[in-house]
């Protein structure tokens, strides 16, 4: 059996799995069955090593030796949110805010028509969506998403009616905010029924670096028929947090979706697992991502499209931009499965190293089973053109701003493919203050 990390934050897991009464109130027994299996498969494994060959770039152990605390909603709810952004703002969208994986309604706006969300207690005694919950989301192999499923207590769903196209942007805003170190696992189901469509942006942020927190934050996603849902989440998180993410789509006939995954310096670990399942034919995902690391940060962006049904697209690009010592990983999955004949699967990793201290691994990975198809794959490492940079230059252009244009030069593949014009410059902005803010660091110790 594959050893797995046994530390103390295991031990106190084990411990208080049944002392926290970790459920949601009147939850079915088929849900608590759910988490006791979960349970017994994380005491089973342990934490992931990186003798395990998806966790082989990515070592725990300096993530996990806090004295990590469960936070439930009880707590959660007592605890003060931290300052909202107001930086987002330009952005014309539906804001709702939650505080360690809890709902507020007070910080948050009404939701459209045809936009339902619901908290797990209200969701779970929906027959419709009963049938769903857990289903999505699962690996009898993957302690860490077996984790959140045995200790998750906050639970949200939200439902896209069927037919409704929802104009504005759907915006979640997650803060985070601890005195002594938290343990916060919670999760998101989201609906898209027939032939609606709808934006949903994602932030997590932090404006607090008193307290560790480590969070284990799954989204089980489900694209019915002739759907389009796009997803974009913005990692910004301090460097206290150590952030793990489950997002697990499956996708029916006709449909479409677009996830859209960026992440900047600050959280001193971001894992983010990125799996697409496509299920009915004609069927189109789209999954892009930026990277953008500084000082030590871990940054590592698991993908997989699974395609079980022919005549299917899948697209992939996800650039890294490292700064300082941060280590970027990228691995990535185009599964075709025996069925799934004319498959056409692309999928690219670029990564721009900015300092010779700063680390990229890249695993770009065909398992193609069928024999009419279409795929391919790709990965490279690189850093600043020396010429362009000299060209720039001769044109009157200073070292910073050709830093600049070439790094955003570099990311326009990726950053055109958002589709919310407002949000891309919000993007683009970012990207620009933390270069900047690095010059002004590396001037200043000159």
Known sequence: MEKGLYNNFYQYLIASFEQENVSIPGEPEAVTAERKSAFALFKEKGFPTVKNEEWKYTSLNRFLTADYQLITSCAAGTLQPPAM??????????RAVFVNGVFIPSLSDELPEGVTLLDGAAALGDPAFADKFLKIAQDESNPILALNTAF?????????????VIEKPIYFLHTYTADTPAFIPYRIFISAERTSQASLIETFYSDTEEAPIFVSYVTEQFVDEAAVLNTNIINNLTENISFVEFRETQQ?????FHDMNISFPGAA???NNIHCRIQGQN???????????GKQQLVDNHTIADHQVPNCVSNEHYKGILLDKSHGVFSGRIIVRKDAQKTNAFQQNNNLLLTDQAIANSKPQLEIFADDVKCSHGSTFGQLDQEAMFYLKTRGISEETANKIMIEAFAY????????ESLRGHITDLIHKYLENREAVTAASI
């Open 269 to 271: 670990l971001i894992r």
């Open 283 to 293: 069927a189109e995902a789209n999954l892009w991502g930026i990277y953008l690391s």
């Open 413 to 420: 593949d990726v950053l055109s493919r958002i589709e919310i």
């Open 152 to 164: 998750f207590r906050n639970f949200y769903f939200l439902n896209i009616a069927k037919g409704k």
């Open 85 to 94: 952004p107001d930086d987002i703002k330009s952005i014309d969208c539906c």
């Open 252 to 256: 029916q006939q006709n449909s479409v």
